[in-house]
């Protein structure tokens, strides 16, 4: 078990490290820096300053160095439109990006789950073929689409809900839905084909051969064991719905970390758009990595395999 | 056909003829919109009934020709510049075709040629490219494709790089698994017996077998670059104004979505769906058809 956490610990280290070199390096090979970190209009004068204050001037593995010894200081820049530390800002934009992950991927669960056990438990039947063209135009339709289609249909003409903005439950709904809609899909695929790997397995044929009724069957033996995948990848998802937010924050105006990338874009603020990038990375990397070593605990085959 | 050609061609041989003769369950609507797109995108210049670009302030929100104040002038209505829907649709086809089967084809060959080097040669090749390929999935391809944009600004060239380098890790890590297990089979250890160089090995052996991985892996990437880059140019790090890409109108008709202007809403988004239901339900059908061993992807 140590072996297997040191090994994964040692793996997530070198994602981590790779990523910022990722990034270190497309900034400074795709063209002048000082363009990105100046603001614009700045002065002659200015933009020397800058470069000598970033030490843009010296070899590229003295720049990293430096790039990396501020990264670990938790100074990851100044925002040129807010005047504050970018870090400052991102942590007071967490909380809402964290919420309208969390009500998306209850609304993703809740939706995906139910549906799935009925598809797997029917499968190759009416709802089985309804559940595959759902999950088809989940995938298809782009969640920011679907923000706008309801938008339209929800706050303009029926007037229910608000466009835009956060603060009461009823900002949270139309953009958890258009961010949660995505993944049900998802999640929807997977309970599917995992709870038809559990219903043809030992366990299940013995419990059926011993006269259970089917709904026990299914709902008390194989749902737990087909939920095992289901909820490691609504772990992970969780994640990545905090980046993706980013088109459906800005349809609906919610002061998320998305927005706060798109404010980012449109604003030329670049510090802001690379701390996002990079502290969003580094989220991704250490919250699969405590999903790797939770799995582990849950279930030794992994932790004993290789 | 001509079975003394070299092995280069089987894999392509092998497409070809499936395609043509195992036509079970074949998605010929998909199949058919795609063609319809590529029919439109190709011959925009002659279908669209006015200049995509060029306004006229006195047209402005016109609705589509069945509502009333619609005009046969704009059948399905003008924006908030006064510019033809219609015409704007048609080269926002365009757009997303070109745009999307050149980032496929970017990725892929990235892709599967770094998956090939990466699964042949194995050893430190394969562990520098396999933990590349670890970090860069550990950004969101969205959050990866942005910050690339806001680097290296936007132009449609750009967005097809971006593009390319936010997806080729999905090739590289599948068609490695593919190498590795055709690197214990008989053929290939014979060709290393008979003294073939790896690049011949790779190249004669290895390459026709995994392309057909490729193709599945493409067409399905397809939708997924699609969305991609809708979703880019509606955060305007895509295809720049005034290009008529179709993320870029639906950007725009939120202008006159409060006003209930459902159609600069509605029907860019509609295209995009279409174009990504019929890549996705033909990526599904060449899956199950061509390569067995994807069906769990």
Redesign the interface.
């Known amino acids: 078990m140590k072996r297997y956490i040191a090994k994964r610990v040692g ?1 997530a280290a ?6 910022s070199v ?2 270190f390096l ?2 400074r090979l ?2 002048d820096p000082t363009v ?1 970190l100046v603001e614009p209009g700045a002065s002659q004068a200015d933009i020397e300053a800058i470069r000598v204050q970033f030490g843009l001037d010296r070899p590229l593995w003295v720049q990293y160095g430096h790039f990396v010894s501020s990264l670990v200081r938790g100074d990851l820049g100044h925002s040129f439109y807010y005047r504050t530390p970018v870090l400052d800002l991102y942590l007071s934009r967490l909380p809402h990006s964290l919420l309208l992950a969390t009500a998306a991927m209850a609304f993703s669960l809740l939706i995906g789950i139910p549906t799935g056990i009925i598809a797997a438990v029917r499968v190759n039947r009416w709802w089985d073929s309804a559940g595959k063209v759902f999950a ?2 989940g ?4 969640s ?2 679907i923000g ?2 309801m ?2 249909f929800f706050s ?2 029926l007037g229910w809900l608000p ?1 835009s903005g956060s603060g009461t439950a009823a900002h949270l709904v139309m953009p958890a839905f258009a961010l949660g809609w995505y993944f049900a899909a998802a999640h929807m695929r997977l309970t599917r084909s995992s709870m038809l790997d559990v219903l043809g397995s030992e366990y299940v044929k013995l419990a059926r051969l011993k006269g259970l009724p089917e709904a026990l069957v299914i709902g008390k033996h194989a749902f737990k064991n087909a939920l095992i995948p289901v909820l490691t990848l609504a772990g992970i998802n969780l994640v ?1 719905m905090v ?2 937010a ?2 459906v924050e ?2 609906f105006a919610w002061p998320g970390i998305g927005r706060l ?2 404010e ?3 604003f030329r603020d ?1 510090p802001v ?2 701390a996002t ?1 990079i502290l ?2 580094a989220m ?2 250490i919250v ?1 990595l405590l999903v790797d070593i939770l799995y582990a605990v849950i279930d030794p085959r992994i932790r004993f395999a290789r | 056909m001509n079975g003394g050609r070299s092995a280069t061609l089987t894999g392509a041989w092998r497409f070809a003829s499936l395609a043509s003769f195992r036509t079970e369950g074949f998605p010929l609507i998909a199949t058919s919109i795609l063609g319809v797109l590529i029919f439109v995108a190709v011959f925009a210049d002659v279908l669209a009934p006015h200049d995509p670009e060029v306004g006229r302030l006195g047209e402005r929100f016109r609705p589509p020709v069945w509502q009333q104040g619609g005009s046969e002038k704009f059948l399905l209505g003008t924006d908030h510049l006064g510019r033809d829907v219609l015409s704007r649709l048609i080269f926002g086809a365009r757009i997303s075709i070109v745009v999307g089967f050149t980032a496929v084809i970017f990725a892929g060959v990235l892709g599967t040629g770094l998956g090939i080097l990466s699964g042949f040669l194995g050893g430190w090749v394969d562990q520098v490219v396999m ?2 390929t ?3 999935l ?3 391809a ?3 494709a ?7 600004g936007p132009s449609a060239m750009n967005i097809v790089i971006i593009l390319g380098l936010a997806y080729w890790t999905r090739y590289a890590r599948v068609i490695r698994g593919e190498v590795l297990s055709l690197k214990e089979r008989d053929f290939v250890r014979l060709a290393i017996v008979a003294g073939c160089s790896k690049r011949t090995i790779m190249k004669r052996h290895i390459l026709p077998n995994v392309l057909n991985s490729a193709i599945v892996l493409g067409t399905l990437m397809l ?1 997924v670059v699609v ?1 991609t880059e ?2 880019l140019s ?4 895509g295809v720049p104004p005034p290009k008529p890409a179709w993320g870029l109108m ?1 950007a725009d ?2 202008k006159g ?2 006003a ?1 202007y ?1 159609w600069l ?2 029907l860019p ?1 509609c295209c ?2 279409v174009m ?2 019929s890549a ?2 033909l990526g599904d059908w060449l899956r199950v058809k061509l390569d067995p061993q994807l069906r769990q992807l």
């Open positions: 793996f070198i994602s981590l490290v790779l990523l990722t990034i497309l900034v795709t063209g990105l088809l135009l995938l298809s339709m782009p920011f689409w706008l289609l938008i339209l303009v003409y466009s990545i980046n993706v980013v088109v800005t349809v990338l798109y980012g874009i449109s670049f758009v690379q990038v969003n990375g991704v990397v699969s | 933990r590349v670890d970090a860069w550990a950004l969101p969205l959050t990866f942005i910050f690339l944009a806001a680097v290296v939708g969305v809708a979703a509606f955060l305007g790090v639906l008709g939120k979505m409060m209930g459902w809403t509605v988004g995009i769906m990504v239901l996705n339900l």
